[in-house]
């Protein structure tokens, strides 16, 4: 798949969807805490979508999945504390009923009244979600008469209301969340501008092995932080303690190393790091520099020199793409490394595009995620977009492309 050919896939814009009642998949799959919302970013992202199908008086049936409760029931998993959450954030009614398919559904469904909005019961209570099962995907279908997907955080996943279902409504879509995504995303690997600069941070470079493969030939330069970089440092030969590492996948690294030197990315690996005793003990640190031993210490986050190289090369940057944290940033005391790539990346005025839960976690602590130009809030979605893997969910809208 390429830029152009998600193109063809229809906007929410070119859609009749006036009284008419339209299934909108999301992804609800928020944190939940003592039965409320406890982070609301997910629901607040699809609010445009469904916002504007409320206006032109469209009968919205939401739908989205919560969890994992293995294709049965679970109270734990029940999105009517997302329905609650919703409710407050919209001027719509909002309703919520207790199943996903089924008679009392579809009734359900028929009696919307224009602009309202029926948020369905986990849709992973029913094992055939999971299982792509086109059964289930036309129960689902007989709840609307128009699709629009906006989940794209669960767009890589081959799942009936994301795949299967599509087959089912003659008239199909994106939704407003789903589109800036994919064209953000596109823009990365179709149509940087350079120079492009790659930030990734985490604890597994396996995680972001295939992203940085399909990046090589795009990016001018890449900056590698946090638990990750410590395989990338063992590979080149050098001490890394008691620091968090995968061995398996030393040789990968060492190949990737070698290729970026061949195609000529700057590969950045920190040349400092806050050293402690513990992952999650601050009493105990000490700086030291690359090539210096680690002794039995574990490096928890970059160290100031790192911070000022990366942050100089994210400032000459006129495509940034960040995930991924530098270091331990649960614990405030090891948290400055990514906390200055945050402000680094809000501050670049170019094209910014940040993706990852804790990434994004941090630009929200620091009042910078409206700084940035896109939030990624896809997730597994976003990598798997990044490293040029087909998306079941994209896929599925390709097959009822009507543009040009």
Same mark, same amino acid.
């Given at each position: 798949?390429?830029?152009?050919? *998600?193109?063809?896939?229809?906007?929410?814009?070119?859609?009749?969807?006036?009284?008419?009642?339209?299934?909108?998949?999301?992804? *609800?799959?928020?944190?939940?805490?003592?039965?409320?919302?406890?982070?609301?970013?997910?629901?607040?992202?699809?609010?445009?979508?469904?916002?504007?199908?409320?206006?032109?008086?469209?009968?919205?049936?939401?739908?989205?999945?919560?969890?994992?409760?293995?294709?049965?029931?679970?109270?734990?998993?029940?999105?009517?504390?997302?329905?609650?959450?919703?409710?407050?954030?919209?001027?719509?009614?909002?309703?919520?009923?207790?199943?996903?398919?089924?008679?009392?559904?579809?009734?359900?469904?028929?009696?919307?009244?224009?602009?309202?909005?029926?948020?369905?019961?986990?849709?992973?209570?029913?094992?055939?979600?999971?299982?792509?099962?086109?059964?289930?995907?036309?129960?689902?279908?007989?709840?609307?008469?128009?699709?629009?997907?906006?989940? %794209?955080?669960?767009? +890589?996943?081959?799942?009936?209301?994301? +795949?299967?279902?599509?087959?089912? %409504?003659?008239?199909?879509?994106?939704?407003?969340?789903?589109?800036?995504?994919?064209?953000?995303?596109?823009?990365?690997?179709?149509?940087?501008?350079?120079?492009?600069?790659?930030?990734?941070?985490?604890?597994?470079?396996?995680?972001?092995?295939?992203?940085?493969?399909?990046?090589?030939?795009?990016?001018?330069?890449?900056?590698?932080?946090?638990?990750?970089?410590?395989?990338?440092?063992?590979?080149?030969?050098?001490?890394?303690?008691?620091?968090?590492?995968?061995?398996?996948?030393?040789?990968?690294?060492?190949?990737?190393?070698?290729?970026?030197?061949?195609?000529?990315?700057?590969?950045?690996?920190?040349?400092?790091?806050?050293?402690?005793?513990?992952?999650?003990?601050?009493?105990?640190?000490?700086?030291?520099?690359?090539?210096?031993?680690?002794?039995?210490?574990?490096?928890?986050?970059?160290?100031?020199?790192?911070?000022?190289?990366?942050?100089?090369?994210?400032?000459?940057?006129?495509?940034? *793409?960040?995930?991924?944290?530098?270091?331990?940033?649960?614990?405030?005391?090891?948290?400055?490394?990514?906390?200055?790539?945050?402000?680094?990346?809000?501050?670049?005025?170019?094209?910014?595009?940040?993706?990852?839960?804790?990434?994004?976690?941090?630009?929200?602590?620091?009042?910078?995620?409206?700084?940035?130009?896109? #939030?990624?809030?896809?997730?597994?979605?976003?990598?798997?977009?990044? #490293?040029?893997?087909?998306?079941?969910?994209?896929?599925?809208?390709?097959?009822?492309?009507?543009?040009?």
């Amino acid at each position: 798949m390429n830029a152009q050919d *998600f193109s063809r896939i229809r906007s929410l814009r070119d859609l009749d969807v006036t009284s008419r009642r339209v299934f909108v998949r999301v992804d *609800f799959n928020v944190p939940l805490q003592d039965g409320r919302v406890a982070d609301d970013t997910r629901i607040r992202a699809t609010l445009p979508t469904l916002t504007y199908l409320a206006e032109r008086g469209a009968r919205i049936v939401v739908a989205s999945h919560l969890g994992r409760p293995k294709g049965k029931p679970d109270p734990r998993y029940s999105l009517a504390p997302v329905a609650d959450h919703l409710r407050r954030l919209m001027d719509s009614p909002v309703a919520f009923i207790g199943d996903c398919v089924g008679p009392a559904v579809e009734q359900a469904s028929q009696a919307l009244a224009p602009g309202a909005v029926l948020v369905l019961e986990n849709l992973r209570f029913y094992p055939g979600e999971e299982k792509d099962d086109p059964d289930f995907a036309a129960q689902l279908a007989r709840l609307a008469d128009v699709y629009v997907n906006d989940a %794209f955080g669960a767009a +890589h996943r081959a799942h009936a209301s994301v +795949h299967a279902v599509v087959d089912f %409504f003659p008239v199909c879509g994106m939704g407003f969340l789903m589109e800036r995504e994919v064209q953000a995303l596109s823009r990365l690997v179709q149509s940087p501008e350079p120079p492009f600069v790659a930030v990734l941070g985490g604890a597994k470079i396996s995680d972001k092995l295939p992203v940085v493969r399909n990046l090589l030939g795009r990016v001018d330069a890449l900056l590698i932080g946090g638990a990750m970089s410590y395989t990338c440092l063992k590979a080149q030969g050098y001490d890394v303690g008691a620091s968090l590492y995968e061995p398996d996948q030393v040789e990968a690294v060492a190949d990737l190393i070698e290729q970026a030197r061949r195609r000529g990315v700057a590969l950045h690996l920190p040349v400092d790091h806050v050293l402690a005793r513990r992952p999650d003990d601050p009493t105990d640190v000490r700086t030291v520099r690359t090539g210096e031993a680690f002794g039995d210490w574990c490096g928890v986050d970059i160290g100031p020199e790192t911070v000022h190289r990366y942050g100089t090369e994210i400032a000459g940057a006129r495509t940034v *793409f960040w995930n991924g944290p530098m270091g331990v940033y649960e614990v405030p005391a090891f948290a400055e490394g990514t906390r200055a790539i945050a402000r680094a990346v809000a501050a670049n005025p170019h094209f910014t595009v940040v993706g990852g839960g804790d990434s994004l976690a941090v630009l929200q602590r620091e009042g910078l995620l409206d700084r940035v130009t896109h #939030a990624s809030t896809g997730g597994g979605a976003s990598l798997e977009f990044l #490293a040029g893997l087909e998306l079941p969910g994209l896929t599925a809208l390709l097959r009822k492309a009507v543009r040009p």
